[in-house]
């Protein structure tokens, strides 16, 4: 048995997924990279600690598939990364129940199932962190976002109060918040508008858009992940960005209603609001 550390990472196809299995893998881990295709995937050819898993998180059965062939090949687990997940944007009234439901499946049910099939690999070893991407909108809002919002925030709400049942099987939750970020993530967000909220929505979300250009990339939030996986501190929440770690500052500082102004304002830049 290798005495390499183990991390599953979901959602390692793009982005901070796959910026964190390479730095993981750089820093000698074993790195077990799961995504609903590995097969297209060649970015981790050149890493012999990284092998790829096909792993679909709204599929219950190939959750428990994928975690049997990493457990076959590694033999051991020792952090799950919860890192899949898209973003659904657009004005609530627009967005049908069947693309809510979706967003739910995969931010939220999807993190639940996976982290159901590893925990008890880790209460059998006695150990283990549950990390998780899940975003400064767990903890603050911004427009158009309401659904991707809403399943940021019931993951963050599940995951503080999973840690109290797991530390007495020495299980460590942490939750990764990273703000604008630079990667693929931006290209794959569902974007659902209508007539009558076109005029404001359509010029919020080119406006959210924009906004990352100036971001930093997915290698920065990798850092902090790997901090949060060895830094042996019992820390819930890990703000992975400046944007991130200044807006939950500003949050806890300021009134609501102010807060929630200065975040909107730059991205309700030339409607009529």
Known sequence: MSDKKVILITGASSGIGMASAVFFAKQGWNVA??????KSLKEFEDYTNIKLFGLDVTSVDSIKN??????????????????????????????????????FETNLFGV????????????????GIILNTTSSGGNLTFPLYSIYIST????????????YELRPFNIVVKNLAPGSVKSEFTNSTSFVSNSVYDKYANKVQGNII???????????????????ATDNKIKLRYPATMQARMGFF????????????MVAAPFEKDTDK
């Open 210 to 228: 924009a906004s990352y250009q100036m971001a930093p990339d997915a290698d920065t939030v990798a850092k902090v992940a790997f901090k949060a």
């Open 33 to 38: 990279a799961t995504m609903r295709n590995p």
């Open 112 to 127: 639940m199932n996976v982290t159901r099939a590893v925990l008890p690999h880790f209460r059998a070893q006695k150990s």
């Open 250 to 261: 500003l949050r806890w500082l300021l009134p609501l209603q102010i807060f929630n102004k």
């Open 152 to 163: 940021k925030w019931a993951l963050e709400g599940f995951m503080e109060a999973l840690q």
């Open 66 to 103: 994928a975690v049997e062939d990493v457990l076959k090949t590694y033999l051991r687990i020792d952090v799950l990364f919860n890192n899949a997940g898209y973003a659904l944007a657009g004005p609530f009234e627009a967005i049908s129940d069947e693309e809510v439901r979706k967003q």
